[in-house]
């Protein structure tokens, strides 16, 4: 994943609803030469802010099934008996039970069993106000979320080459789980949205424990800071012990919400006393070490 010239920042949170993309939008509408990606591939909504055009989709194949050609089946039942989950009866196979492991199709002796590419889902290169999106969509119950994540990023370089931009803006999924890893893995900073709750310090916690592992600059921006001042004061002092750099803290306002409702990004509606704590945020951001 790694780029000389263009450097990656991802815009991450440990848990939902800390305002993760209100703020990646925003820092989008800030930002020059830059391409902005959307990881969250299972729930993407940055789309809901940026409003992109679709310029190109292309499919997105994560894993393969098996398909069985009955003209060729002799019905021998050596599928049948090799299959660990009970999903092979008469030649039919039940992708429901099915695991996509391909032996059906390694111990069949007349080929007749072919394992074959799906479309699980698929990803967009989009236009914004902004500059250009990458983009995607998981289909319905679908798996190898990581694996899609990682063609939205991949697409984001190769497009990010192509124009000599210098920056790719990420909008990581919530959590930490696979998508998250591959979200931030090559990226040269982090930033996690945090507030002062009892879940948000804990998944602050575990953002940075993974951050940490895979040896990534992390900074915290504490979102919504004035609702609880206790819990705020932890995470100061978390992030001190941890060496953790604070570039910003925003206060709560519910016009946020009113912007978000029409449409539109903090800075776009604008909130003045959340826009200029978010424009000072980014200013700290684009001058960060890890991003020159």
């Not at 039942?77 to 059906?104: M, N, P, Q």
Request: hydrophobic fraction near 35%; aromatic fraction near 6%; glycine fraction near 8%.
């Amino acid at each position: 994943m790694e780029n000389n010239k263009t450097k990656q920042l991802a815009v991450i949170s440990g848990k939902g609803g800390t305002g993760k993309t209100t703020f990646t939008a925003a820092f989008a509408s800030l930002s020059k030469e830059k391409i902005i990606a959307d990881c969250d591939v299972d729930a993407p909504d940055l789309h809901l802010l940026l409003h992109p055009a679709i310029v190109k989709r292309y499919p997105f194949s994560g894993g393969r099934s098996p398909n069985v050609d009955l003209d060729k089946c002799t019905k021998c039942g050596l599928c049948t008996d090799a299959c660990r989950f009970s999903a092979i009866e008469d030649g039919i196979i039940d992708l429901i039970k099915c695991d996509h492991c391909g032996v059906c199709a390694y111990v069949c002796p007349v080929d007749a069993i072919e394992m074959k590419d799906d479309i699980n889902g698929e990803y967009f290169l989009s236009k914004t106000a902004y500059g250009l999106m990458v983009h995607a969509k998981l289909g319905i119950a679908e798996e190898n979320t990581g694996k899609l994540v990682t063609a939205v990023r991949r697409k984001a370089i190769e497009e990010a080459k192509k124009n000599g931009n210098r920056l790719i803006i990420i909008d990581g999924p919530p959590g930490i789980g696979c998508p998250v890893n591959a979200t931030i893995t090559g990226c040269n900073l982090v930033i996690a949205i945090t507030e002062p709750t009892l879940s948000g310090m804990h998944d602050l916690e575990r953002v940075f424990s993974l951050t940490h592992h895979f040896k990534i600059p992390l900074v915290v921006v504490i979102n919504k800071a004035d609702i609880n001042q206790k819990n705020r004061e932890e995470i100061i002092k978390f992030c001190d012990n941890n060496q953790i750099e604070i570039v910003g803290e925003v206060p709560f306002s519910r016009e946020v919400v009113d912007s978000l409702v029409q449409g539109k990004n903090v800075i776009e509606y604008p909130i003045k006393k959340v826009t200029e704590s978010i424009e000072r945020i980014w200013e700290k951001v684009k001058n960060h070490s890890s991003l020159k």
